[in-house]
T-cell receptor, first 111, second 115 residues
Framework: QQPVQSPQAVILREGEDAVINCSSSKALYSVHWYRQKHGEAPVFLMILLKGGEQKGHEKISASFNEKKQQSSLYLTASQLSYSGTYFCGTEGLSNTGKLIFGQGTTLQVKP | GAGVSQTPSNKVTEKGKYVELRCDPISGHTALYWYRQSLGQGPEFLIYFQGTGAADDSGLPNDRFFAVRPEGSVSTLKIQRTERGDSAVYLC?????????????FGPGTRLTVL
């Protein structure tokens, strides 16, 4: 079951904050966040695990609500380099490493 | 160190032809994943290997698709009798193990166009 991301697109000015959400209808073991720029490979941002462990970049934060099967990615004081499409990849409780990705959220940061 | 590499970067073929797409994972990574990405969509899981064996091939769309990893390193995705609907970017990713705490690092992808 593909997770649902919201919003689909967002436009910001430099310095503004944004929140991107990822919701699943299935119980999750982990959520992985990636950013992809046009024509490039997805780049790892953050992993959130059932039980609260996190691993990722210092300047990006995220949360994982296990009861609601939702994750949110928080982008603060956005920079031009934050522009791109953000994907969440979810892993089910079988913990196989297989990720199911959402449809993506396109973020555009303007000067 | 070197990242995940994929060859070719672009492949144009005619409907009905056979194609092979190659993935070189990061050295020492035991888990290797293939995804397919259509325009405006997120990556779609196809298959993953732990070592030489296909641990989960549930994402392969039909029996025209097959992947191998004979020595536990390089992997080849093979598509027989290609169809126009197979056109997409095929992404490969590798991780140290299949553990959820290990990051999946993506390659640049192979853009397949079936005419």
């Amino acid at each position: 079951q593909q997770p649902v991301q919201s919003p689909q697109a967002v436009i910001l000015r430099e310095g503004e904050d944004a929140v991107i959400n990822c919701s699943s209808s299935k119980a999750l073991y982990s959520v992985h966040w990636y950013r992809q720029k046009h024509g490039e490979a997805p780049v790892f941002l953050m992993i959130l695990l059932k039980g609260g462990e996190q691993k990722g970049h210092e300047k990006i934060s995220a949360s994982f609500n296990e009861k609601k099967q939702q994750s949110s990615l928080y982008l603060t004081a956005s920079q031009l380099s934050y522009s791109g499409t953000y994907f969440c990849g979810t892993e089910g409780l079988s913990n196989t490493g297989k990720l199911i990705f959402g449809q993506g959220t396109t973020l555009q940061v303007k000067p | 160190g070197a990242g995940v590499s994929q060859t070719p970067s672009n492949k144009v073929t005619e409907k009905g032809k056979y194609v092979e797409l190659r993935c070189d994972p990061i050295s020492g990574h035991t888990a290797l994943y293939w995804y397919r990405q259509s325009l405006g969509q997120g990556p779609e899981f196809l298959i993953y290997f732990q070592g030489t064996g296909a641990a989960d091939d549930s994402g392969l769309p039909n029996d025209r698709f097959f992947a191998v990893r004979p020595e536990g390193s390089v992997s080849t995705l093979k598509i027989q009798r290609t169809e126009r609907g197979d056109s997409a970017v095929y992404l490969c990713a590798s991780s140290l193990t299949r553990d959820s705490t290990d990051t999946q690092y993506f390659g640049p992808g192979t853009r397949l166009t079936v005419l």
